[in-house]
């Protein structure tokens, strides 16, 4: 299973990104799909998780500001990042949960800066 996420970039503060990752190879049925980010200097710290059925849970540094969605029949998982911060700066990492195992993506950098 592979996991290509797209999106990143430069954005100034309050602005807005659309990060999007796309699961492909041997997939079956993808359970949990999830966003993490990594700041320079700072562990890797789960951003947004969405369950198959739908359900979220977000950390608490950015709820009201991001949205994760997915789409079952591509086996993609977005998230809508709006009023950014300069602490949002990082590299986000898709992720996915399927039979057990954790698959990651390459990671997309996001910067945060005027």
């Known amino acids: 299973v592979q996991l290509q996420a797209s999106g990143g970039g430069l954005v100034q503060p309050g602005g807005f990104l659309r990060l999007s990752c796309a699961a492909s190879?041997?997939?079956?049925?993808?359970?949990?799909m999830a966003w993490y980010r990594q700041a320079p200097g700072k562990e890797r710290e789960l951003v947004a998780v969405i369950g198959r059925g739908g359900s979220t849970h977000y950390a608490d540094s950015v709820k009201g500001r991001f949205t994760v969605s997915r789409d079952n029949t591509k086996n993609t998982v977005n998230l809508q990042m709006n009023s950014l911060k300069p602490e949002d700066t990082a590299v986000y990492y898709c992720?996915?949960?399927?039979?057990?195992?954790?698959?990651w993506g390459q990671g997309t950098l996001v910067t945060v800066s005027s």
């Open positions: 992720n996915s949960v399927m039979d057990g195992n954790d698959y």
């Open positions: 190879g041997s997939i079956f049925n993808i359970d949990a």
